[in-house]
Structures are given as structure tokens and as C-alpha cells.
């Protein structure tokens, strides 16, 4: 036998749980780690892929809220699940473009996993921790609870680290959020084994929509497009910032702070609104 | 919605039908009124309208011909004329009224019939085994006639609430449309007894069946129950009144009836009668007090509003 | 039958107006900075009227961004060297005391607040002042005890706040601010509205009494300029606003290039859902209370009300015959139901949008009750059969304006109370307890009334989705916006 031409995976964009093209034609050269050596060619997402990955979220959203907690933990431990099997796709991936020792790709896929199981595990518990039933005077019922804030932007850090990537996903869609995730160029080739892992675990189409693209040239669409309620950028640009906290007062978006621990109630509730209902308590 | 099905007199299946009431809600727009601020002149003409307004009763087993007696004394004249007088004139303000009405146990009715000869008062008599309305239909109807026959121009029947609270609610129409056609022309006031019935969902349907039934007035309680009449109770019927009347174009009549002490309270119920049915129920044709000690306080009350000072009970007969 | 004659009685109330001889006005009031009243270095002032008379009230410092700088140096001094340093005890002590001082002198406080504001004494009385009280005492026992708010997070206070807060509830929204603020150990600058700072200047008094220590809480008066000033200051740690939805915008744009922390509680065109098994008379009460509590002026007013088709005349009827009891006039009155509009510009604008209103082609309805002679006085009003593409159905009138339009189904409701770009409030009635728990779940909005509407209390979170701004005042979630953790 004779060994063949390896077959290179394609990376293509995950929107609407489809795996399309960028509509744009254009890409974005991947290299093997501190080479010229061409890896791979990713998509350079678009404006219109853009929209339409926030079109997906905001179709995908309410559907996904309206499982059950108990879903949603079974979901996410899925994704833990499959990434497992993916294991080797991410190690190698990490390795060729990021240039990571054997032991530090392995450590950032465990990482990635823990952030899976982390928020499976809270999808079910975090309400009971931040919600109240409210000792109003007079003769009503009045509690607090939380909702999901609705489509949420993520703007990942120029920094890549995948198990801050996966956390950040999974704290948004552990509540019931839809995500459109825009990858940093540094690491995008994981889209490849991230989405897979995604499109695997019974995840309902459109609720986590990875991008990969050039962040100047789509953080003004992100920040401006009226369907976005939460814009999360954990980049350190001040500028870049503060632009998106200028256009998320167009619709007054709510922008994340920076998150400190990753894997903590905190982060978590950064994407919830709080509810509160009255009710009379009467004959 | 609640709908119930009743046949009525001819025989024909009718819709009852009483709105769900929440109880906050009630309470809520209820307490409202004693927020009401009624003052100066408004106050004086309120407590007049109050003090016609009262059906002065004794309903004890003690009631003896005397006690009834002295009561259709002070019905006729709350107050003697020339303790007052002197007052009215300087304040220019109209005679006293005498209450609407006596309300006393049928026994009692020739007695009251005797003692308010020409005073205009009326007599109203509880019937139909008052209070509880334990007794077979025949004796209630007896007890009704035997009013009626003696001269009694109210008749005040209790529903029967073991048929009520049993769902039997065929039943309690058709006692009340028994008892007035026993009424004849004389008014018919029927008791809920709303402090048995255990909600104002019920009391709103409790409303429904008497008026569809014939009721003149419909009446919150016997005054041997607690809780008596309240500002809530009192508002969920009104409200079924106004929309009776709505539908029907029939003006049915209001009685609370125990509990209801003070002057203040009384001109709480009549703000209330004014912003929910208006005006034109502001009148003891359409409107009573079932009371004895308010009207001692409304007494007080109209001195002190015409001599700017404090009365207290012995200047009043006890009666 | 009886023997009398039914006659129609006059059955009147009289004018029953609250005595205002136990509030003394200064003439001239100045700013209250690091504890004492002090002049603005501006030297200027303007009117503050009373807007049931149009007539003058008092003349207010207006502050200008030299005396904003020193308010907030004297916030950062104390800061820095009492308030941040004191146990949370000792803090909750004196939001206790304050909290009593506001009870012994409710009815001064209730007076002033109608006399300024317009509102009913009826309202400031039972409503306003109480809550002003019981939101001190509420956060007072919280100062103490914030280690439980997030729980096993170290968490600490953001250091100067700036708070601006609008007209519609002067001294409530005041308490609103100051108390979360101060129990987590922050210290404070405020701006109350232009038209009505005299209560915030009379709690700046109270303040003094208990002896709260010098610069804790600042009072700034003055309008716009003064506000911008305080936003833009560099040493302010966050930004708290009540107020319109355009300047809450302003806001988040001006302070986007800084660390500024924000919360914004804005405007609102709350949706009110009648469904047909609903307990109707309280409904009715609910819509009532829901749109012209406070003349309307008030950011969760349930101003879109949804009928379902089947109910829509019974109800629209009852409504309009309740309207006519509704008794607008001097807001001193303690049988007023709707005082007076607050400002001019208020008034011109609440009759611009009822005249869009009338061109749109809505069915217009008012009662046929006089209004006073002299002041800003508006009937309580509606329009009937609106179309959601109205204007009226969309902006937010902020007064006795109400729109009525009709659904068929559960689904229908919740997707026409939704239409909207902001999300603080909404109400529904029903007495099926199942359709009232998918309807509240469904709706979009920080407060859901369900049969009842336009209740407020200390320990019950406030505040929206979407445009109607972000973070929560009241509860234990009122304390986040106030606290970094660690």
C-alpha cells in the first residue's frame, strides 16, 4: 500500500447549524505554527454572514429558552461528551497552528471540557441562587427570577485560549441565550472540531453561530445591530471598547464587563435579566 | 366567568351569570373609600342622608312589645325637636330626619304597626326562620304572611345558604321567588348572609340569584354572623347592581347590614355608593343602613357639626 | 311599596385641603456640599413653580461644573476617609435614623412633594413618602450584612456615585438612589430634576440632622448643563439615571470611553392584557390605577392596553363611566385623583401627542368633569381602536393618555404586548392561574403585574429590559449595581 494525499478538512463558518461558505468567497490563510506553511484557508466571514448568524440566534433563541433546565444541563454534558471524541481533531489543531506542546494542547482541551461540564451543571441550579420571592408588605406574591437577555455577541480575545472560548459559550447558552461567536484569527482553525462538537450534542440549530473573520472590520456591525441585546468583548483594545459601548447605546445593548473567572456563577448571570412578578394572594 | 343554569317561574331555562372577583383587588379599590375626605356642609347633608337612610333594628329574642315601643319612639323622633332646634335655625339647616324604616321579628310587627301609625316610617320584618333560614319553605312562607297580613311594608328573608353552599342553587332561586310572591307589593329585601358564604366570588353569584329572583334590595347580613357587612362585601354588590341594571334597566336596592357603627364609616359607604352606582342611589329608597347603635353616633355627629362641639351618648335616648 | 319619593340628592365633597403651613420654604435654596448649604459658585438660580397655580415657590441654586467638581471632591474626601472606612453597623445605623426622621416628618415632606410636583397629597401621603421610609429602613439592614449579598464573592463599594433622578417621583426616586448607595458604603452626588428639587433639599436637611458625616450625600440642583457635568466629572465611579430613554441613550454614549460603571432605569410603554376570564371590576380598577396614577407621569405606567375582542365593549364601558368619577384637580385636595401636570413643557407635549393622536384616527374619549381654572391640568383620557402602527401606540406619552386595542388569542396578546422597543413593565389580568403563569413568563419586561398593577416595594426588584435600561433597584438585586466584586 501506498500512503495517499491526506484529506484536509475544510473549515468552513457554523451558522444556523449549517456549515456554509462565506457568501463573500473570501478567506483567510491559516500557517502551520512559525512557518510560511499554509494550513488551512478559513473563511473571512462577512457582514451578511453576520446578519444572518444573528438572524439564525434570534430564531433559535426563544425555542432554546423554552427547554427545560434540565435539557439545556443535558445538552451542554453532551458537548462535553463529543469534545472528548474530538480530542485528538483539537490536540493536532492546536498543535500544527498554535504551535502548543502535546501537554498544553491536552491541558486546553481538559480546560474546554471542565467549562462543558461546569455549565452543565449550573443550567439547572443557577436560578435557585440568584432568584428571590420578595417579603413585599400586603397581600402579595412577588418573586424574582431570570430570564435570558436574549442574542448575545461574543467577541473572543485575541488571546485565543479554547477553554475561555467554551466556557464563555456555555455560560451564555446555559440560560437560554443564543451566541454569535466571532473568533479571533489566532486559533480560528478550531472552529472546525468546536462546530462539530456543536452540531453533535442536540444543540437546536442556530443557537451558538461561530464565525471567523477580521474583528476591525465586523465589531461596528456587531455593535450596532439592533437584534444583539448583550455584547460581550474580552479583547484588550480600550478603544475597540469603547466604540462598541458608544453603538450598544443604540439599542441600549447591554456590555459585559470584563469577566474575571470563567468558571463562576458570576459570569453566568452577566447574560440574565431579572424578572419580578406580582400576584395577589387572595380568596 | 361562573354561568349557572336556573329555571325560572315560566318554566324556561335561564344563564345566571356573576364575574370572578379578586379578593385584593376588592379590598384594594374598598379601602379607597376611607380615604374620602367629607367635610363641612358635605358632611352635614352625608349625615342626614345617613340618618334617612336607617333601618333601626332589634332582633333579640328579649324583644318585648315594650322595648319595641320605646324603639319606634326615637324611629319617629331621633332627637326631641326642642333640644335641637335652636341650632337648626342658626345653622339653617333642615329638620331632622326620622330613619327609614323599624326592623323587628314578625311577632314584633303589629306592635311597630301600632306605635308608627302616621309617621310614614316603614316596618320591615325579618322572615323565613330568621336568621338561619332552617325551616321547611312552607313554614318560611307562613312566617313571611304572617308579617305581611300585620302590616309590615319590608319583608327581610334570608336565602337559604345550606342550599347554596350544597350547590343547590335551583333551590335558593326558587325560595326567593316563593317569598315574594308571599311579598305581594311589599318590598323584599333578600339576605345573603355574605359572612357564611366564604368568598366574594360567591357573594357576587349569591347577588345574581336574588336579584334575578325578584329581590328589591339585596342585604348583606343578619347581624348574628361575623363578619357582618363590610366595605368590600358591600362593593362586590353594588357592582353586581350596576351591571343588573345595566342589562335590565332595573334599579335594585342596597342594604349593609351589622358592624356598621360610626359616622365615619357610614359616610365611607355612602362615598362609595356615589362613585360606583352615582347619585341617583342616594336614597333610602335604594339605599339602607341595617343599624341600631349608628344611629346614636350620626347624633352625635350632626350636634357637633351644627354646635361645633362634642357630644357625648347620655344626651341621647339609648333606645 | 314606600312611601317617599325617590329624589336625587347633591351628594358633594367639599374642598378638604391639606393645611401647608407646616412647610416653611426658603425663598432662595442653595446646594448642599460637604454638609453644609452653600451658594453655587455660579451665583445663579432659577424658579421652581408650583404647577396646580403656575406660581412661583421657591428660587434654586443652579449648579454649574465648578460647584459639580465640588460636590465631588467633597463625596471623594469623605469617601476616603469616613464612609468607605466605617463597619457596615455604624452605616445602617444612620440609614435607620434617617429612615425615622423621614417618618416623623412624613406630612411635611408629603406637602412639599405635592406643592412641587403637582401630584395628589392623597398620593404623596399614602404612597410616596411611606415607600421614601421604608427604602431607607430597608437598605439600612442591609449595610451589615452584604457579605451575604453575593454569596462567596468578597465584594466592596465603587467609591463616588453620580445619581440623577427625574421629577415624576422626586424624593421617592432620591431614596431609590441614596439608600442602596450609601448602605454599600458609596458616597453620593445628586442631581434631582429642575422642576422639583425642593423635597431632595429638604431631605439634604434631614440628613444634616442625623448627622451624617460632611459630603456622604451632595445635592447639586440645577437642569441639563449640571446633569452633563456630573456624567463627564472624571472622579465619578458610576452613573445611576432615571429618566427618558433619549438621555439615558446620551448618557451611555458620553461615558462609553471610561470605566464608568452605568445603570438606567428609562422609559416605558408598558402593555396592560385583559383576558376575558379576567376578575373584571378589579381589572378595570387595575387599567385605571395602572394609567393615571400620578397623571401618568410615571416610567411603568401601563399605558397599552390589550382587550381581549370578546370583553372589549363590556370593558371599554365600564372603563368610561369609572373615568367620569375620576375627580381631577388641586393637588392639595385629599379627594383629588389626578393632580396637576408637572411642567409647561410636559403639558405641551402630552396635548402635541393627543392631537397625533386624534389625526391618527383613534376613537378619542374623555370624561365630562371640569378641570380647575388655572395651572397644567389634563383630563384622563383614552383612545380607543388603535392601530399598533399609531404613533401613540409606540412613544411614550409619560401621561394620562391611554391606547386600547384588541387580541383574540393568548399568543396574540403576548406578541402585541412585545411590539415594543422597551421592556420595564406590563400587566395581565386573568383568574386561570395557568395562562397568568405562561403569559407573565412570556412577556418581555422587568416588572409583571399579574391582577393587580403599579405596586412598589424595597425589597422587590425594579427595573427593564431592552431600551427601558438596564440593572435593578430594590432587593437584594438593587445592591449589585452599587457593589464591585472582587
Same mark, same amino acid.
Given at each position: 500500500?501506498?500512503?495517499?494525499?491526506?484529506?484536509?478538512?475544510?473549515?468552513?463558518?457554523?451558522?444556523?447549524?449549517?456549515?456554509?461558505?462565506?457568501?463573500?468567497?473570501?478567506?483567510?490563510?491559516?500557517?502551520?505554527?512559525?512557518?510560511?506553511?499554509?494550513?488551512?484557508?478559513?473563511?473571512?466571514?462577512?457582514?451578511?454572514?453576520?446578519?444572518?448568524?444573528?438572524?439564525?440566534?434570534?430564531?433559535?433563541?426563544?425555542?432554546?429558552?423554552?427547554?427545560?433546565?434540565?435539557?439545556?444541563?443535558?445538552?451542554?454534558?453532551?458537548?462535553?461528551?463529543?469534545? @472528548?471524541?474530538?480530542?485528538? @481533531?483539537?490536540?493536532?489543531?492546536? *498543535?500544527?497552528?498554535?504551535?502548543?506542546?502535546?501537554?498544553?494542547?491536552?491541558?486546553?482541551?481538559?480546560?474546554?471540557?471542565?467549562?462543558?461540564?461546569?455549565?452543565?451543571?449550573?443550567?439547572?441550579?443557577?436560578?435557585?441562587?440568584?432568584?428571590?420571592?420578595?417579603?413585599?408588605?400586603?397581600?402579595?406574591?412577588?418573586?424574582?427570577?431570570?430570564?435570558?437577555?436574549?442574542?448575545?455577541?461574543?467577541?473572543?480575545?485575541?488571546?485565543?485560549?479554547?477553554?475561555?472560548?467554551?466556557?464563555?459559550?456555555?455560560?451564555?447558552?446555559?440560560?437560554?441565550?443564543?451566541?454569535?461567536?466571532?473568533?479571533?484569527?489566532?486559533?480560528?482553525?478550531?472552529?472546525?472540531?468546536?462546530? @462539530?462538537?456543536?452540531?453533535?450534542?442536540?444543540?437546536?440549530?442556530?443557537?451558538?453561530?461561530?464565525?471567523?473573520?477580521?474583528?476591525?472590520?465586523?465589531?461596528?456591525?456587531?455593535?450596532?445591530? *439592533?437584534?444583539?441585546?448583550?455584547?460581550?468583548?474580552?479583547?484588550?483594545?480600550?478603544?475597540?471598547?469603547?466604540?462598541?459601548?458608544?453603538?450598544?447605546?443604540?439599542?441600549?445593548?447591554?456590555?459585559?464587563?470584563?469577566?474575571?473567572?470563567?468558571?463562576?456563577?458570576?459570569?453566568?448571570?452577566?447574560?440574565?435579566?431579572?424578572?419580578?412578578?406580582?400576584?395577589?394572594?387572595?380568596? | 366567568?361562573?354561568?349557572?343554569?336556573?329555571?325560572?317561574?315560566?318554566?324556561?331555562?335561564?344563564?345566571?351569570?356573576?364575574?370572578?372577583?379578586?379578593?385584593?383587588?376588592?379590598?384594594?379599590?374598598?379601602?379607597?373609600?376611607?380615604?374620602?375626605?367629607?367635610?363641612?356642609?358635605?358632611?352635614?347633608?352625608?349625615?342626614?342622608?345617613?340618618?334617612?337612610?336607617?333601618?333601626?333594628?332589634?332582633?333579640?329574642?328579649?324583644?318585648?312589645?315594650?322595648?319595641?315601643?320605646?324603639?319606634?319612639?326615637?324611629?319617629?323622633?331621633?332627637?326631641?325637636?326642642?333640644?335641637?332646634?335652636?341650632?337648626?335655625?342658626?345653622?339653617?339647616?333642615?329638620?331632622?330626619?326620622?330613619?327609614?324604616?323599624?326592623?323587628?321579628?314578625?311577632?314584633?310587627?303589629?306592635?311597630?304597626?301600632?306605635?308608627?301609625?302616621?309617621?310614614?316610617?316603614?316596618?320591615?320584618?325579618?322572615?323565613?326562620?330568621?336568621?338561619?333560614?332552617?325551616?321547611?319553605?312552607?313554614?318560611?312562607?307562613?312566617?313571611?304572611?304572617?308579617?305581611?297580613?300585620?302590616?309590615?311594608?319590608?319583608?327581610?328573608?334570608?336565602?337559604?345558604?345550606?342550599?347554596?353552599?350544597?350547590?343547590?342553587?335551583?333551590?335558593?332561586?326558587?325560595?326567593?321567588?316563593?317569598?315574594?310572591?308571599?311579598?305581594?307589593?311589599?318590598?323584599?329585601?333578600?339576605?345573603?348572609?355574605?359572612?357564611?358564604?366564604?368568598?366574594?366570588?360567591?357573594?357576587?353569584?349569591?347577588?345574581?340569584?336574588?336579584?334575578?329572583?325578584?329581590?328589591?334590595?339585596?342585604?348583606?347580613?343578619?347581624?348574628?354572623?361575623?363578619?357582618?357587612?363590610?366595605?368590600?362585601?358591600?362593593?362586590?354588590?353594588?357592582?353586581?347592581?350596576?351591571?343588573?341594571?345595566?342589562?335590565?334597566?332595573?334599579?335594585?336596592?342596597?342594604?349593609?347590614?351589622?358592624?356598621?357603627?360610626?359616622?365615619?364609616?357610614?359616610?365611607?359607604?355612602?362615598?362609595?355608593?356615589?362613585?360606583?352606582?352615582?347619585?341617583?342611589?342616594?336614597?333610602?329608597?335604594?339605599?339602607?343602613?341595617?343599624?341600631?347603635?349608628?344611629?346614636?353616633?350620626?347624633?352625635?355627629?350632626?350636634?357637633?357639626?351644627?354646635?361645633?362641639?362634642?357630644?357625648?351618648?347620655?344626651?341621647?335616648?339609648?333606645? | 311599596?314606600?312611601?317617599?319619593?325617590?329624589?336625587?340628592?347633591?351628594?358633594?365633597?367639599?374642598?378638604?385641603?391639606?393645611?401647608?403651613?407646616?412647610?416653611?420654604?426658603?425663598?432662595?435654596?442653595?446646594?448642599?456640599?460637604?454638609?453644609?448649604?452653600?451658594?453655587?459658585?455660579?451665583?445663579?438660580?432659577?424658579?421652581?413653580?408650583?404647577?396646580?397655580?403656575?406660581?412661583?415657590?421657591?428660587?434654586?441654586?443652579?449648579?454649574?461644573?465648578?460647584?459639580?467638581?465640588?460636590?465631588?471632591?467633597?463625596?471623594?474626601?469623605?469617601?476616603?476617609?469616613?464612609?468607605?472606612?466605617?463597619?457596615?453597623?455604624?452605616?445602617?445605623?444612620?440609614?435607620?435614623?434617617?429612615?425615622?426622621?423621614?417618618?416623623?416628618?412624613?406630612?411635611?415632606?408629603?406637602?412639599?412633594?405635592?406643592?412641587?410636583?403637582?401630584?395628589?397629597?392623597?398620593?404623596?401621603?399614602?404612597?410616596?413618602?411611606?415607600?421614601?421610609?421604608?427604602?431607607?429602613?430597608?437598605?439600612?439592614?442591609?449595610?451589615?450584612?452584604?457579605?451575604?449579598?453575593?454569596?462567596? $464573592?468578597?465584594?466592596?463599594?465603587?467609591?463616588?456615585?453620580?445619581?440623577?433622578?427625574?421629577?415624576?417621583?422626586?424624593?421617592?426616586?432620591?431614596?431609590?438612589?441614596?439608600?442602596?448607595?450609601?448602605?454599600?458604603?458609596?458616597?453620593?452626588?445628586?442631581?434631582?430634576?429642575?422642576?422639583?428639587?425642593?423635597?431632595?433639599?429638604?431631605?439634604?436637611?434631614?440628613?444634616?440632622?442625623?448627622?451624617?458625616?460632611?459630603?456622604?450625600?451632595?445635592?447639586?440642583?440645577?437642569?441639563?448643563?449640571?446633569?452633563?457635568?456630573?456624567?463627564?466629572?472624571?472622579?465619578?465611579?458610576?452613573?445611576?439615571?432615571?429618566?427618558?430613554?433619549?438621555?439615558?441613550?446620551?448618557?451611555?454614549?458620553?461615558?462609553?470611553?471610561?470605566?464608568?460603571?452605568?445603570?438606567?432605569?428609562?422609559?416605558?410603554?408598558?402593555?396592560?392584557?385583559?383576558?376575558?376570564?379576567?376578575?373584571?371590576?378589579?381589572?378595570?380598577?387595575?387599567?385605571?390605577?395602572?394609567?393615571?396614577?400620578?397623571?401618568?407621569?410615571?416610567?411603568?405606567?401601563?399605558? $397599552?392596553?390589550?382587550?381581549?375582542?370578546?370583553?372589549?365593549?363590556?370593558?371599554?364601558?365600564?372603563?368610561?363611566?369609572?373615568?367620569?368619577?375620576?375627580?381631577?384637580?388641586?393637588?392639595?385636595?385629599?379627594?383629588?385623583?389626578?393632580?396637576?401636570?408637572?411642567?409647561?413643557?410636559?403639558?405641551?407635549?402630552?396635548?402635541?401627542?393627543?392631537?397625533?393622536?386624534?389625526?391618527?384616527?383613534?376613537?378619542?374619549?374623555?370624561?365630562?368633569?371640569?378641570?380647575?381654572?388655572?395651572?397644567?391640568?389634563?383630563?384622563?383620557?383614552?383612545?380607543?381602536?388603535?392601530?399598533?402602527?399609531?404613533?401613540?401606540?409606540?412613544?411614550?406619552?409619560?401621561?394620562?393618555?391611554?391606547?386600547?386595542?384588541?387580541?383574540?388569542?393568548?399568543?396574540?396578546?403576548?406578541?402585541?404586548?412585545?411590539?415594543?422597543?422597551?421592556?420595564?413593565?406590563?400587566?395581565?389580568?386573568?383568574?386561570?392561574?395557568?395562562?397568568?403563569?405562561?403569559?407573565?413568563?412570556?412577556?418581555?419586561?422587568?416588572?409583571?403585574?399579574?391582577?393587580?398593577?403599579?405596586?412598589?416595594?424595597?425589597?422587590?426588584?425594579?427595573?427593564?429590559?431592552?431600551?427601558?435600561?438596564?440593572? $435593578?433597584?430594590?432587593?437584594?438585586?438593587?445592591?449589585?449595581?452599587?457593589?464591585?466584586?472582587?
Amino acid at each position: 500500500m501506498t500512503d495517499l494525499i491526506k484529506i484536509s478538512k475544510t473549515i468552513k463558518l457554523f451558522i444556523g447549524g449549517e456549515f456554509p461558505r462565506t457568501e463573500s468567497g473570501r478567506s483567510l490563510p491559516v500557517y502551520v505554527a512559525k512557518t510560511k506553511k499554509l494550513y488551512a484557508y478559513l473563511c473571512k466571514a462577512s457582514r451578511k454572514d453576520l446578519r444572518n448568524s444573528v438572524t439564525a440566534a434570534q430564531s433559535a433563541q426563544a425555542g432554546w429558552a423554552a427547554r427545560s433546565a434540565y435539557n439545556r444541563t443535558q445538552i451542554l454534558y453532551r458537548m462535553a461528551e463529543m469534545a @472528548e471524541g474530538k480530542r485528538e @481533531e483539537f490536540i493536532e489543531t492546536l *498543535m500544527s497552528t498554535l504551535g502548543y506542546t502535546k501537554i498544553a494542547a491536552n491541558k486546553a482541551v481538559n480546560e474546554a471540557i471542565d467549562a462543558f461540564v461546569y455549565f452543565a451543571g449550573f443550567a439547572d441550579k443557577y436560578q435557585q441562587m440568584i432568584g428571590a420571592v420578595n417579603p413585599v408588605s400586603g397581600p402579595h406574591h412577588n418573586f424574582t427570577s431570570s430570564e435570558p437577555v436574549g442574542v448575545v455577541a461574543l467577541i473572543c480575545n485575541s488571546k485565543f485560549n479554547l477553554g475561555e472560548v467554551v466556557a464563555q459559550i456555555s455560560a451564555v447558552i446555559a440560560s437560554g441565550n443564543a451566541v454569535v461567536v466571532l473568533m479571533a484569527e489566532a486559533g480560528a482553525a478550531t472552529l472546525a472540531p468546536l462546530s @462539530e462538537v456543536l452540531a453533535t450534542s442536540d444543540l437546536p440549530k442556530g443557537v451558538v453561530n461561530l464565525l471567523t473573520g477580521d474583528l476591525n472590520e465586523l465589531y461596528q456591525h456587531l455593535g450596532t445591530h *439592533m437584534e444583539i441585546q448583550s455584547l460581550s468583548y474580552q479583547g484588550s483594545n480600550k478603544k475597540i471598547l469603547g466604540e462598541l459601548k458608544e453603538m450598544a447605546a443604540g439599542n441600549m445593548k447591554r456590555v459585559i464587563p470584563p469577566i474575571n473567572d470563567m468558571l463562576s456563577l458570576d459570569h453566568l448571570v452577566s447574560y440574565v435579566e431579572y424578572k419580578t412578578v406580582w400576584h395577589p394572594i387572595g380568596n | 366567568m361562573r354561568t349557572i343554569s336556573i329555571q325560572n317561574e315560566d318554566g324556561n331555562q335561564i344563564a345566571i351569570q356573576a364575574f370572578p372577583i379578586d379578593e385584593v383587588g376588592a379590598n384594594e379599590r374598598a379601602d379607597f373609600f376611607t380615604k374620602r375626605s367629607v367635610k363641612k356642609d358635605s358632611k352635614l347633608s352625608a349625615l342626614y342622608l345617613a340618618l334617612s337612610m336607617c333601618d333601626l333594628t332589634t332582633l333579640e329574642g328579649s324583644d318585648t312589645p315594650g322595648r319595641v315601643q320605646q324603639m319606634c319612639a326615637k324611629a319617629r323622633f331621633p332627637v326631641p325637636p326642642d333640644l335641637i332646634e335652636p341650632y337648626l335655625i342658626k345653622r339653617k339647616a333642615g329638620p331632622i330626619p326620622s330613619v327609614a324604616a323599624v326592623c323587628v321579628y314578625p311577632s314584633m310587627v303589629p306592635i311597630a304597626v301600632a306605635s308608627l301609625k302616621g309617621s310614614g316610617i316603614g316596618i320591615a320584618s325579618v322572615s323565613t326562620a330568621f336568621p338561619s333560614g332552617q325551616a321547611p319553605l312552607n313554614v318560611k312562607l307562613d312566617d313571611t304572611r304572617f308579617a305581611v297580613e300585620n302590616g309590615a311594608t319590608e319583608i327581610d328573608m334570608v336565602i337559604n345558604r345550606s342550599a347554596f353552599l350544597s350547590g343547590d342553587y335551583q333551590q335558593v332561586f326558587n325560595e326567593i321567588v316563593a317569598i315574594k310572591k308571599a311579598c305581594g307589593d311589599t318590598h323584599l329585601k333578600v339576605i345573603l348572609e355574605t359572612g357564611e358564604l366564604g368568598s366574594y366570588d360567591r357573594v357576587r353569584l349569591a347577588s345574581e340569584i336574588a336579584m334575578e329572583a325578584g329581590g328589591d334590595f339585596i342585604k348583606t347580613s343578619t347581624g348574628k354572623i361575623n363578619p357582618a357587612a363590610t366595605l368590600p362585601v358591600t362593593l362586590v354588590m353594588l357592582q353586581a347592581i350596576g351591571d343588573y341594571y345595566q342589562r335590565t334597566g332595573k334599579k335594585i336596592g342596597m342594604k349593609p347590614a351589622g358592624g356598621i357603627r360610626t359616622s365615619k364609616q357610614a359616610i365611607q359607604y355612602l362615598c362609595m355608593v356615589n362613585e360606583t352606582l352615582g347619585p341617583e342611589w342616594l336614597t333610602p329608597h335604594l339605599f339602607r343602613f341595617g343599624a341600631s347603635a349608628l344611629v346614636n353616633d350620626l347624633l352625635k355627629q350632626i350636634f357637633k357639626e351644627l354646635t361645633g362641639q362634642y357630644y357625648y351618648d347620655k344626651v341621647f335616648s339609648i333606645d | 311599596m314606600l312611601d317617599t319619593e325617590s329624589k336625587i340628592v347633591n351628594f358633594e365633597y367639599a374642598p378638604s385641603i391639606e393645611a401647608i403651613d407646616i412647610v416653611r420654604i426658603e425663598p432662595k435654596n442653595k446646594l448642599f456640599i460637604g454638609g453644609k448649604f452653600v451658594e453655587p459658585t455660579s451665583k445663579k438660580y432659577f424658579a421652581s413653580i408650583n404647577p396646580a397655580t403656575g406660581e412661583p415657590l421657591a428660587q434654586i441654586a443652579d449648579a454649574n461644573a465648578k460647584d459639580v467638581d465640588l460636590a465631588v471632591k467633597a463625596a471623594r474626601k469623605a469617601y476616603n476617609t469616613v464612609w468607605s472606612k466605617m463597619s457596615g453597623k455604624e452605616r445602617g445605623r444612620y440609614l435607620f435614623r434617617i429612615a425615622r426622621m423621614i417618618q416623623e416628618r412624613a406630612r411635611e415632606l408629603a406637602v412639599l412633594e405635592t406643592l412641587d410636583n403637582g401630584k395628589p397629597i392623597k398620593e404623596s401621603r399614602d404612597i410616596d413618602i411611606p415607600l421614601v421610609a421604608a427604602h431607607f429602613f430597608y437598605y439600612a439592614g442591609w449595610a451589615d450584612k452584604l457579605e451575604y449579598a453575593v454569596p462567596g $464573592r468578597a465584594i466592596q463599594p465603587l467609591g463616588v456615585v453620580g445619581q440623577i433622578i427625574p421629577w415624576n417621583f422626586p424624593l421617592l426616586m432620591a431614596a431609590w438612589k441614596i439608600a442602596p448607595a450609601l448602605a454599600c458604603g458609596n458616597t453620593v452626588v445628586i442631581k434631582p430634576a429642575e422642576t422639583t428639587s425642593l423635597s431632595c433639599l429638604l431631605l439634604a436637611q434631614i440628613l444634616q440632622e442625623a448627622g451624617l458625616p460632611d459630603g456622604v450625600v451632595n445635592v447639586v440642583t440645577g437642569a441639563g448643563e449640571t446633569g452633563a457635568a456630573i456624567v463627564s466629572h472624571p472622579d465619578i465611579n458610576k452613573i445611576a439615571f432615571t429618566g427618558s430613554t433619549d438621555v439615558g441613550r446620551l448618557i451611555q454614549k458620553s461615558i462609553a470611553h471610561t470605566d464608568k460603571r452605568l445603570t438606567l432605569e428609562l422609559g416605558g410603554k408598558s402593555a396592560h392584557i385583559v383576558y376575558e376570564d379576567a376578575a373584571i371590576e378589579q381589572a378595570v380598577e387595575g387599567v385605571i390605577n395602572g394609567i393615571y396614577f400620578n397623571q401618568g407621569h410615571v416610567c411603568c405606567a401601563g399605558s $397599552r392596553l390589550l382587550l381581549e375582542e370578546s370583553i372589549s365593549d363590556l370593558f371599554v364601558g365600564k372603563l368610561k363611566s369609572r373615568m367620569e368619577k375620576l375627580r381631577v384637580g388641586n393637588p392639595l385636595d385629599k379627594n383629588t385623583d389626578i393632580g396637576a401636570i408637572n411642567s409647561a413643557t410636559e403639558f405641551g407635549k402630552i396635548k402635541k401627542l393627543i392631537d397625533s393622536g386624534i389625526e391618527e384616527g383613534g376613537e378619542f374619549f374623555e370624561p365630562s368633569i371640569e378641570l380647575p381654572k388655572k395651572g397644567f391640568f389634563q383630563k384622563p383620557c383614552f383612545f380607543n381602536k388603535v392601530s399598533s402602527a399609531f404613533s401613540l401606540s409606540r412613544v411614550e406619552v409619560f401621561g394620562p393618555v391611554l391606547t386600547i386595542s384588541t387580541f383574540r388569542t393568548t399568543q396574540e396578546a403576548i406578541m402585541k404586548a412585545n411590539d415594543t422597543q422597551y421592556g420595564l413593565a406590563a400587566g395581565v389580568w386573568s383568574e386561570k392561574g395557568s395562562k397568568i403563569h405562561k403569559t407573565a413568563a412570556a412577556l418581555k419586561a422587568g416588572v409583571v403585574w399579574a391582577n393587580t398593577y403599579n405596586k412598589f416595594d424595597p425589597s422587590s426588584p425594579f427595573g427593564g429590559f431592552n431600551e427601558s435600561g438596564f440593572g $435593578r433597584e430594590g432587593g437584594r438585586h438593587g445592591l449589585f449595581p452599587y457593589l464591585s466584586i472582587k
